[in-house]
């Protein structure tokens, strides 16, 4: 079963406005952590914005926010302010478990093109 | 800088070859993976480490061999490279938290292609 599920293949927008990538999860752990990353056409991972499963309110690092609704196990991310430098997949992960490894769940990520 | 530094950025092998992609971190993290990523699939874990001398299988593992000497190195091998194994690689080093939250850093990748 898929654990991170990004239904948004591509999304558009355009420069100044706010845009939400979707991205729903999957798990019964109690503890967990949820990740965006941005992966522009140069091809790096860029750390965007992280959400704990016990943190009470939604994570926001300058423009980038979440809208976190532990009930729904939706967490997406809030782009305000779109600028031509933001057009990049985007993708949720989540990390499982308190203990050990923990490795990272990736979705199949957003591609967001953002227009002048 | 600090970080995680892979090379090289791409490669091209036939068939056959065998080749290590390196991998360095130095930020003295005990926990160090390396992803695939392919064309809608998200990036899917290889193989991981939690420390020197201790390495285990991820989600991916077959056609490729890791070990961990140190605490800074962590070499990727390609034993006999196949065109499945064309991809972009991601060595990956633990956060110990903050705001990253135990996340992952990320090197710069490499591209991969089979021939």
């Known amino acids: 079963a898929q654990k991170i599920t990004q239904t948004q293949p591509g999304m558009f927008v355009q420069e100044k406005e706010a845009v939400t990538l979707d991205c729903t999860y999957d798990?019964?752990?109690?503890?967990?952590?949820l990740f965006w990353y941005k992966q522009p056409s140069s091809g790096e991972m860029i750390f965007l914005i992280y959400?704990?499963?016990?943190?009470?309110q939604n994570a926001t690092e300058g423009r980038y926010s979440l809208n976190f609704q532990k009930a729904r196990k939706s967490t997406n991310l809030v782009i305000s302010a779109s600028q031509l430098g933001d057009s990049a997949m985007y993708f949720c992960?989540?990390?499982?478990?308190?203990?050990?490894?923990?490795?990272?769940?990736f979705g199949t990520g957003t591609r967001l093109l953002v227009s002048p | 800088n600090a970080g995680v530094t892979q090379t090289p950025k791409f490669q091209v092998l036939k068939t056959g070859q065998s080749m290590t992609l390196q991998c360095a971190q130095d930020?003295?993290?005990?926990?160090m993976s390396w992803y695939r990523q392919d064309p809608g699939m998200g990036l899917r874990l290889i193989h991981y480490?939690?420390?020197?001398?201790?390495?285990d299988q991820g989600e991916v593992p077959n056609g490729y061999n890791v070990s961990r000497s140190t605490t800074e190195d962590f070499p990727l091998r390609l034993l006999s490279a196949a065109p499945s194994q064309t991809s972009v690689y991601f060595c990956?080093?633990?956060?110990?938290?903050?705001?990253?939250?135990?996340?992952?850093?990320f090197g710069s990748g490499t591209r991969l292609t089979v021939v």
């Open positions: 990956a080093s633990r956060n110990t938290g903050g705001s990253q939250g135990y996340g992952y850093t």
């Open positions: 798990t019964s752990d109690q503890s967990y952590g």
């Open positions: 959400q704990g499963s016990y943190d009470e």
């Open positions: 992960a989540m990390r499982e478990g308190l203990t050990g490894f923990q490795k990272l769940v």
């Open positions: 930020m003295n993290h005990e926990y």
């Open positions: 480490s939690v420390g020197a001398g201790i390495t």
